[in-house]
């Protein structure tokens, strides 16, 4: 059983430009988190996505923005970046049934910007 | 105040030693989230409890919900232990909102 897969593992990019990173959940899951963690920092929470609409935001910019398609799967881009957007960008998915419990985190999009 | 502080920040032992990693946290939570992160590595979900203790291998983990704390335990340390361990309280279970504690790095010599 696959857990959480995230893509690209490594991404090297120009400030200004745009980015798409990718999370697939873990199966039976329908709850995609996405969380930045910074260099010798704590994951901060960027966003969750449940059914396919945007449920809570972090205390981040509008250059930041996600989707989710039927499938569960999300996305998460950033326009306009700057060299501090550079981080780690793992996915977390999730599912509020209790009797199957999981946040389960994928490994990360670590993404440069120069 | 941060809402999550985790105590001792860096943590060394000898292989072997009883490890103690103590959180404390002042949002109202529906869960806690113990968390372990290899250098340059995602992030492992070792557990996640709402009361009471776990256990998982050499991995123990309890809470007291009254005092708002909890503390990850490791018994017979060994260096692949080495990691850092995050302590990340959820609110609204069912579409949790984690907040991460700062994490303690904890190195096992052999």
């Known amino acids: 059983d696959a857990g959480v897969t995230q893509s690209p593992t490594h991404l090297i990019k120009t400030r200004g430009q745009q980015v798409t990173l990718r999370c697939s959940p873990k199966?039976?899951?329908?709850?995609v988190s996405w969380y930045q963690q910074a260099l010798g920092q704590g994951p901060q929470f960027i966003f969750q996505?449940?059914?396919?609409?945007?449920?809570q935001r972090g205390n981040f910019p509008d250059r930041f923005s996600g989707h989710q398609f039927p499938n569960y799967s999300s996305e998460l881009n950033v326009n306009a970046l700057l060299l501090g957007d550079s981080a780690l960008y793992l996915c977390?998915?999730?599912?509020?049934?209790?009797?199957?419990?999981?946040?389960?985190f994928g490994s990360g999009t670590r993404l440069t910007v120069v | 105040k941060n809402e999550v502080e985790q105590s001792p920040q860096n943590l060394t032992a000898q292989e072997g030693e009883f490890i103690t990693i103590n959180c404390s946290y002042s949002?109202?939570?529906?869960?806690l989230h113990w968390l372990q992160q290899h250098p340059g590595g995602g992030i492992v979900s070792l557990f996640m409890?709402?009361?009471g203790k776990k256990k998982h291998g050499r991995l123990i983990a309890t809470i007291n919900i009254q005092e708002k704390h909890s503390s990850l335990h490791i018994t017979a340390s060994h260096p692949r232990d080495s990691a850092v361990y995050i302590c990340?309280?959820?609110?609204?279970?069912?579409?949790?909102?984690?907040?991460f504690g700062t994490g303690t790095r904890l190195t096992i010599i052999p």
């Open positions: 977390a998915s999730s599912t509020p049934d209790r009797e199957d419990y999981g946040y389960t």
């Open positions: 199966s039976g899951h329908d709850t």
């Open positions: 996505y449940y059914e396919e609409e945007e449920r």
């Open positions: 949002v109202g939570i529906s869960a």
């Open positions: 409890l709402s009361s």
């Open positions: 990340a309280p959820g609110i609204n279970f069912g579409n949790e909102k984690l907040t």
